[in-house]
């Protein structure tokens, strides 16, 4: 019973829900991508420039500049239906764990 006070604060810790960090538009991206918050996280907004749509999905390439993570060039291509949609149609990535691996890209609705 000694362990009682650290017990209650895993099980605290263990049940707390995760906070997802907001756009800079003030929705919020999902809790599975996103670490941190707006100013040290993983997401951020990326400029039209850095994607092209492609047959089927996205090509995104990103150089060092384009996200606060990204330290080299890096192209990714993501197929349509594992994009997530923008809330502000805008374009957000967000690079897990590592500016090798995205772990959540958004896009704003494809409209033709």
């Known amino acids: 019973m000694r ?3 650290l017990t209650l604060l895993v099980v605290f810790l263990l049940s707390a829900p995760a906070v997802a960090h907001d756009a800079h538009t003030g929705w919020d991206y999902d809790k599975f991508c996103c670490n941190g ?3 040290s996280g993983d997401c ?3 400029s039209t420039k850095n994607v092209r749509i492609i047959n089927g999905g996205y090509q995104i390439s990103l ?3 384009d996200h606060r993570l990204v330290t ?3 192209n990714f ?3 349509q239906d594992e994009a997530r949609r923008s809330q502000d149609e805008e374009y957000h990535i967000c690079l897990y764990p590592t500016e090798d691996t995205l ?3 958004y896009a ?3 409209t033709f």
Do not use: A, K, T
Request: charged share 20%; proline share 17%; net charge positive.
């Open 77 to 79: 291509s993501l197929r």
């Open 37 to 39: 918050d707006n100013h």
């Open 3 to 5: 362990n009682l006070p």
């Open 63 to 65: 150089g060092p500049g």
């Open 103 to 105: 772990r959540c890209f």
């Open 44 to 46: 951020q907004m990326i």
């Open 72 to 74: 080299r060039p890096h």
């Open 108 to 110: 704003p609705d494809m």
